[in-house]
């Protein structure tokens, strides 16, 4: 009876001297471009995360989930985020780092990751080289890379011989006009012209012309979306450059259904390689897709929100097995090798690189029942980043 007492003091002793694991929330802190011109990524990945709570409860490992979101608007400066991201750690002591909308956010932040030592969840930023720069960080988003390889090996197959690509000129621009060429002349095909444009603002006029010019069978594009890929698509369609026999292809995120609306008509017919699609037809898509419509009945459901809700269950499920602990050697241990099926199809995160392995499907823009929808008719199971050094 006396050891039992004794046992029982000791174990509240260690609750008292030890309540991380037990009382304490655990603090996610979210660098996200919630204003400005690329805000919608924001609130995408936010409302996955949002869902993601809603679907499996606001505690996990006995720890309640606090969000804090700092807006790192416009999301291309790094120093911004990376300021943030100091902010978070040091003054909301936050036990995770998550979000990162565009890749010079998590490049500026990964430092930082690694110094604090706080595990860093990539949401959306897709360039390669990312997760190479801090071994705290894991990303549940996709790479440009394998996205590209898939649409490249889709194009040199289906009679697409000559392609002209026009990329943004920052990292997952470089990152997909390389991987493209490189698949693509490995193929037998052959890059006739290569553009890059800048991220923000660019007059597509000249490049649009020279392209029209050069008589491609199809252009090969990454931008991010936005603003950018609606003004490319108007200005493609008011050339006549489809009747001119140039098809459009690239990686999804040109045809993202954030923007899919906007783009209209002209995206019509457009062949895209990409992770998810709104339309993806699984059970766990329909369950996702019915529950983001149920919350926000004006806006669907893209590439980024589904991230941002993987990107919770990865922190769920490294908390779950770490028995509460958010140390960040421990956090990407159990994070490594994760597999589950997620509203995009079955995903994993590779133990060697702790990037996202998944399906990549090719789609087609279709119109179905008077709205635009990508539209999925070929795929490739297990595809990891070819972009890895
Ligand atoms: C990025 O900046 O890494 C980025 C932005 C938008 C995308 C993909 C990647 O659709």
Redesign the pocket.
Known sequence: MQRRLLLTALGLASLLANPAHAAEPLKIGLVLPMSGPFAD?GKQIERGVRLYIAANGDTVAGRKIELIIKDDSPGTAGDVSKRLAQELVVKDKVDVLAGF???PAALAVAPIATEAKKPMVVM????SIITARSPYIVRTSHT?AQVSAPIASWAAKNKIKTVYTLVAD???GHDAEGQFKKTFTAAGGEVVGEVRVPVKNPDFAPYLQRIKDTKPDAVFLFL??GAETIAFMKGFADRGMAQAGIRIIGTG?LT?EDILDALGEPALGAITAFHYAQSHKSAENAAYTAAYAKAYPKERPNFMSVAGYDGMHVIFEAIKKTGGSADADKFIEAAKGLSWVSPRGKIMIDPATRDIVQTVYIRKVESVSGKLQNIEFDSMPDVKDPGKP
């Open positions: 990524y909308g565009l890749t959306n930023a897709a360039t440009l920052y990292g997952p991010p979306p995120d993202d």
